[in-house]
C-alpha cells in the first residue's frame, strides 16, 4: 500500500489516488455507483449543508439523502433538486458539518448517534467530533487544527495538562511531531484521523500514514472543509459499496487520502494561476481533479 512509515516517500499522489477511485460501468445503476447521507448544515451554518452536499454529488455517486434542519432543507434543494430528503439505508454517512458541537441539541445529537449506529463507514467533521466514540462501523474524523483537541479531550490524550501535552506547541512544531501527534490520536481514538492543513496528514489505528500536499493556500477560505467532508462521504460510498460493504478502519485511510488529494487538486484547479476562489468553486472543480486522476 502506498504510504507508509518514510517520511520522505508518504505523500499521496494521483496514482494512489486513481487505486482507490471508481468510475461507473456498464452495467451499472444508481444504487451500485453508491449512496451516500449527510446529516450537516444547522440554522446557524445553513450554507455547510449546501457545500457538504455539492461536494458529494461532484466527488461522483450514484445519490446523495440529506437529513437536518427543515429550514435548512429548501436551501439545499434549491442548489440541488437531485438531492433526496430524510433517511434511508446508505453506504456511508457525513456527520457534523455546519453543526456547532457546543450548542448542539439533545435532538440533534440523538440524530447523530443515531446514523453512527450504523456498520456503515462515517466521516465525522466540525460538531460531531466529540460522538467519534459511539461510530459502530469504521470512520474518518476530520478536525483542523483548532478542532483536534475535541477529539482528544474524550481519549485522556492530556491536552487539558499543559505540561504533559502542549498541543498546540507540537502541531506548530515540525513536520515529524505534527505526524506523530495524528498517529498516536488514531491509535487511541481507533478510528482514521486526518488533520487538515496545508499538509493534510492522515493515519490510521493501524500505524499507516500519508501526507496530502495537493492543495494550495487559496483553500484557506469558509467552507471548503464543508466541501471536503462532503467529497469524502461519496468516495466512501461507492468504495463501500463496490465492496459489497466489507470494508474496514484501514481501507477508509487510503478513502480519507485520495478526497483530500482530490480537494486539494480541485482547489488547485479552480484558483489556476493564483486567483481567489470560493468553497463552491472547490466543489465545482471536482470532477476536473478526476479526470487529473486519470491523466
Ligand atoms: N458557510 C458555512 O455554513 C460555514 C460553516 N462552517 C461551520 O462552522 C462551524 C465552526 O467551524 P470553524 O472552523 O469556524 O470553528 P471555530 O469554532 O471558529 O474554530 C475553533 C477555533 O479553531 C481555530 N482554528 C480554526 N481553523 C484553524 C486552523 N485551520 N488551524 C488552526 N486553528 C484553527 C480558531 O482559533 P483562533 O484562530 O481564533 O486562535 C477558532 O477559534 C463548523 O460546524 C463548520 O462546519 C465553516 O465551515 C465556515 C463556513
Ligand atoms: N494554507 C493552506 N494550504 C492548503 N490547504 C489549506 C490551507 N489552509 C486550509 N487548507 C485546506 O482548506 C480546508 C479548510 O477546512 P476547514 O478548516 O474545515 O474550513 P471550514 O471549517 O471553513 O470549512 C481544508 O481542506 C484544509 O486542508
Keep these: 500500500m502506498p504510504g507508509g512509515h518514510d517520511?520522505?516517500?508518504?505523500?499521496?499522489?494521483?496514482?494512489?489516488?486513481?487505486?482507490?477511485?471508481?468510475?461507473p460501468t456498464h452495467d451499472d445503476y444508481k444504487y451500485s455507483r453508491g449512496t451516500v447521507s449527510l446529516l450537516t448544515g444547522s440554522g446557524r451554518y445553513?450554507?455547510?449543508a449546501v457545500l457538504s452536499v455539492e461536494g458529494a454529488w461532484r466527488a461522483g455517486v450514484g445519490m446523495v439523502t440529506w437529513l437536518g434542519d427543515r429550514r435548512v432543507a429548501r436551501l439545499v434543494l434549491q442548489r440541488r433538486p437531485e438531492t433526496v430528503m430524510g433517511t434511508r439505508a446508505a453506504d456511508a454517512f457525513v456527520v457534523g458539518s455546519g453543526i456547532d458541537g457546543r450548542t448542539r441539541g439533545e435532538e440533534q445529537t440523538k440524530l447523530i448517534t443515531g446514523l453512527l449506529s450504523s456498520p456503515a463507514p462515517a466521516i465525522i467533521d466540525a460538531g460531531a467530533l466529540d460522538l467519534a466514540s459511539r461510530a459502530r462501523g469504521p470512520f474518518v474524523v476530520t478536525p483542523h487544527a483548532g478542532e483536534l483537541q475535541e477529539v482528544r479531550i474524550p481519549l485522556g490524550l492530556g491536552v487539558d495538562d499543559i505540561e504533559v501535552d502542549p498541543l498546540n506547541e507540537r502541531l506548530s512544531g515540525d513536520f515529524r511531531e505534527r505526524?506523530?501527534?495524528?498517529?498516536?490520536?488514531?491509535?487511541?481514538?481507533?478510528?482514521?484521523?486526518?488533520?487538515?492543513?496545508?499538509?493534510?496528514?492522515?493515519?490510521?489505528p493501524g500505524g499507516w500514514w500519508t501526507v496530502v500536499r495537493s492543495g494550495?493556500?487559496?483553500?484557506?477560505?469558509?467552507?471548503?472543509?464543508?466541501?471536503?467532508?462532503?467529497?469524502?462521504?461519496?468516495i466512501a460510498a461507492t468504495a463501500s459499496r463496490a465492496r459489497g460493504g466489507e470494508i474496514?478502519?484501514?481501507?477508509?485511510?487510503?478513502?480519507a487520502a485520495t478526497a483530500a488529494w482530490l480537494h486539494g487538486t480541485a482547489g488547485r484547479i479552480a484558483a489556476g494561476p493564483g486567483m481567489p476562489i470560493t468553497a463552491l468553486d472547490v466543489a465545482q472543480s471536482l470532477p476536473e481533479a478526476l479526470v487529473e486522476a486519470y491523466a
Excluded: F, Y
Design 248 to 255: 474496514d478502519v484501514e481501507d477508509l485511510g487510503p478513502i
Design 46 to 48: 445553513p450554507g455547510a
Design 7 to 23: 517520511l520522505h516517500s508518504s505523500e499521496w499522489t494521483a496514482a494512489d489516488a486513481r487505486s482507490v477511485l471508481r468510475t
Design 216 to 234: 494550495t493556500p487559496w483553500l484557506a477560505t469558509a467552507g471548503t472543509g464543508d466541501v471536503l467532508a462532503g467529497a469524502m462521504g461519496a
Design 179 to 204: 505526524v506523530l501527534v495524528v498517529r498516536e490520536t488514531a491509535v487511541a481514538l481507533g478510528g482514521v484521523v486526518l488533520l487538515k492543513g496545508s499538509d493534510t496528514i492522515v493515519a490510521t
